[in-house]
């Protein structure tokens, strides 16, 4: 049982070049979300998706795009990287049922050049 | 919208003694408040939660207490020993949005 899983780990992206971040998650939840940390800051909310074909906007969705074709993976796309979009990403999970605890991944280091 | 405010956003204690951290929130539509602590370059973990229909909960070092009243509710650490050194959120869930608000976060420093 890995629970949430996100790949990869480190990435560096030049201004204008385009990546998926891939979440994975073991423990059949419903619900996932992309948050953003930017260095001493909080969690900023991308995306997020409430089941499988579902997706919704978050706080701060501009530049990105998801997709959740299938229940256990959450993708986000960055179509045309910005070095604003320098962060460190984090994908969580929960429940249904008892839809309150999140669980995250351990997130990826974006750096865009 | 929902907002959560959390303070202070720097709290340095003493080995030994105890940490509060405390947290409003605006919807009185809430009902699950949990805390996550995350260590420098890891991810966010859950440490302790509490429900709207509860007044307090006990972990071990760790509590938490609401006030729906007031619409706050805190997080109580005591004999604070060095590796609670971290960055702590408190978080408000409502159903309706299917979201935690989050607040910005809590260093503490644990002073030998």
């Known amino acids: 049982n890995a629970g949430v899983t996100q790949t990869p780990k480190f990435r560096v992206l030049k201004t204008g070049q385009s990546m998926t971040l891939l979440c994975a998650q073991d423990m059949n939840h419903e619900y996932m979300y992309w948050y953003r940390q930017d260095p001493g800051m909080g969690l900023r909310l991308i995306h997020y998706s409430v089941g499988e074909g579902t997706t919704a906007k978050g706080e701060v969705p501009d530049g990105y795009n998801v997709s959740r074709l299938k229940k256990q993976n959450f993708l986000l796309g960055l179509e045309s990287a910005a070095p604003s979009q320098t962060s460190v990403y984090f994908c969580?999970?929960?429940?249904?049922?008892?839809?309150?605890?999140?669980?995250f991944g351990s997130g990826t280091r974006l750096t865009v050049v | 919208g929902e907002n959560v405010e959390q303070h202070p956003s720097t709290l340095s204690v003493q080995e030994g003694d105890s940490a509060v951290i405390k947290c409003t929130y605006s919807?009185?539509?809430?009902?699950?408040f949990p805390w996550y602590k995350q260590e420098l370059g890891k991810r966010p973990q859950l440490i302790i939660d509490?429900?709207?229909n509860v007044g307090e909960k006990k972990d071990q070092r760790i509590a938490v207490t609401l006030n729906k009243t007031a619409k706050h509710f805190s997080l109580h650490i005591t004999e604070t020993q060095p590796e609670d050194s971290a960055v702590y959120f408190c978080a408000a869930y409502m159903d309706s949005n299917y979201q935690l608000i989050w607040g910005a976060g809590t260093k503490l420093i644990i002073k030998p």
């Open positions: 919807d009185s539509a809430s009902n699950y």
């Open positions: 509490i429900r709207s």
């Open positions: 969580a999970s929960s429940d249904r049922g008892t839809i309150y605890g999140y669980t």
